[in-house]
């Protein structure tokens, strides 16, 4: 059964990054401006390196927002999961994802 914010009831949120190449992870950043940004990756490692342009192939949203934190990430079963939890997050008003980012969202 899944929970509020797609996210499945009793599943463990991650605090520190994944191991290359694993899992898809979703995760929400937050900008220098203090905007989020919502996304999926395998390497999510390699992914806020480029959201910070350390490496190439950051999206432009995050490339005038610099220096992003990783403030929340899960690991999703497969693609296609991680694809609509994300799109169940962007979803979400900013209240909400910051409830998600602190652990205040319902897993009922």
């Known amino acids: 059964m899944s929970g509020a914010f797609g996210?499945?009831?009793?599943e463990q949120v991650h605090t520190d990054l994944p191991d290359a190449g694993g899992e898809w992870q979703v995760y929400i950043l937050e900008c220098a401006d203090g905007s989020l940004y919502t996304g999926i990756a395998r390497d999510l490692q390699r992914r806020?390196?480029?959201?910070?342009?350390?490496?190439?192939?950051?999206?432009?949203y995050t490339r005038g927002r610099r220096p992003v934190q990783l403030?929340?990430?899960?690991?999703?079963?497969?693609?296609?999961?991680?694809?609509?939890?994300?799109?169940?997050?962007?979803?979400?008003?900013?209240?909400?994802?910051?409830?998600?980012?602190?652990?205040?969202?319902?897993?009922?």
Do not use: F, M, Y
């Open 7 to 10: 996210t499945p009831a009793g």
């Open 71 to 108: 403030r929340w990430h899960a690991a999703a079963a497969d693609r296609s999961t991680a694809q609509r939890r994300e799109a169940a997050i962007k979803r979400l008003n900013r209240a909400l994802k910051w409830a998600l980012i602190r652990g205040e969202a319902s897993s009922a």
């Open 48 to 60: 806020l390196a480029q959201h910070n342009g350390a490496l190439a192939g950051g999206p432009r």
